[in-house]
């Protein structure tokens, strides 16, 4: 068996999209891209989508729109990966980072509700392996803290609150309490990287909720000013008669989707709900195998949300970091890609020099330490899932 971790699920569907966006002689932002958009606002239920070159581009976005620089604090949790607080960085404003809690991957919220200020004005919370947060407790909490809340731009003023921007860069087709994710948070942002359930190879999007007295349609607008270095045109808008004339209205980015991107993306979009179900099953499988010899896993199914399932994340309870290695190298040289999900931030040299210390973070630091992801995706045949679990069991025999 060559089982590797996360391969794209490409089918002949997506080949021919894409031909059809190079024979078409539109390759770049144009109306494949726009379609996408649109499917994806209705399918959230959103009033607006905008599709980008990367989560990380569309977190960046959202900040910027929401006027977060110098000055400003934003929350996040040490357990993610580092484009969640990356962005943060990016607009000049100060990152706080919580522990995750003892026995969750999510992030602290008791430790979240103490460090809040005057001066915080974002929360992003990480729906970790397509799993989401409890958006009742967040919401919650920063309802609490109204009173110290101090806006400085029209939006965050509208909100009235601290804004909820959601890292949901796994959780693109799940859902809480019934409501998609991409609708729940005041923003969230989607990944459509290659290893992602859903992918354009590179991209992302960015949905938002409908904010009081804010339009729906400035917001884009403002969106597609920043992803395209603020000219007031993209090109498919000057491709109209005599419409060759822009300005540039900031000196921005260049950021945005193409219509081969959005291709691929819109063949996935057709095959996806089939796509989560396959995850949905192979999940059971693991489940049932794991949970019976002591493998703590992650729940993506309850009766409060339905994850994504893009991660299957496990931890080995009692063994240590080096242990854990051991476990990854074995199932290697068994033919079985596996990953870690996540060295938490604290322990990377770029957050270290901003001054963060692991030792700060016990429960993340104790999360890391025994955790192994194993391969979950569409292209595994029945066949190699149960490879899958009779190889971890077998090696995990030695361990537990």
Known sequence: M????????????????????????WITTGPKTKLLE????EWVGTPKCVCLNSQTACAETTLRILGIGEGDEVITTAYTYTATASVVCHVGAKLVLVDC???????????????????TKVVIPVD???????????????EGKKSIFKPN????????????????AHTFGASWHGKMVGSIADFSNFSYHAVKNFTTAEGGAMTWKHIKGIDDEELYHQAQLLSLHG???????????????????GTWYKCNMTDMAAALGLAQFERYPELLERRKEIIGKYDAAFKAIGVEVLDHYTDEYMSSGHLYITRVPGISDQQRREIIIKMAEAGVAC????????????????????????NAYQHYENEITLPLHTCLTDEEVQYVVDTF?????KYI
């Open 231 to 249: 000219q007031s045109k993209d090109a498919l808008a000057k491709t109209q008669l005599g419409s060759w004339e822009y300005d540039i209205v």
């Open 339 to 362: 990953n870690v999900h996540y060295k938490p931030l604290p322990m990377h040299t770029a957050y270290i020099k901003l001054g963060f210390d692991i030792k700060d973070y016990p």
């Open 128 to 142: 970790l392996g397509g799993v989401p947060c409890d958006y009742d407790r967040i919401f919650s909490i920063i």
């Open 393 to 397: 069991g077998k090696i995990l025999k």
């Open 38 to 41: 649109k499917k994806i606002a």
């Open 2 to 25: 060559n089982i590797p971790f996360s391969p794209p699920d490409i089918s002949e569907a997506e080949i021919a999209e894409v031909a059809d966006a190079l024979r078409s002689g």
């Open 101 to 119: 809690q003892k026995d969750s991957f999510e992030m602290d919220y008791d430790e979240l509700e103490k460090v809040i200020t005057e001066k």
């Open 153 to 168: 731009n029209e939006i965050q003023e509208k909100i009235g609150r601290i804004v909820v921007v959601a890292d949901a």
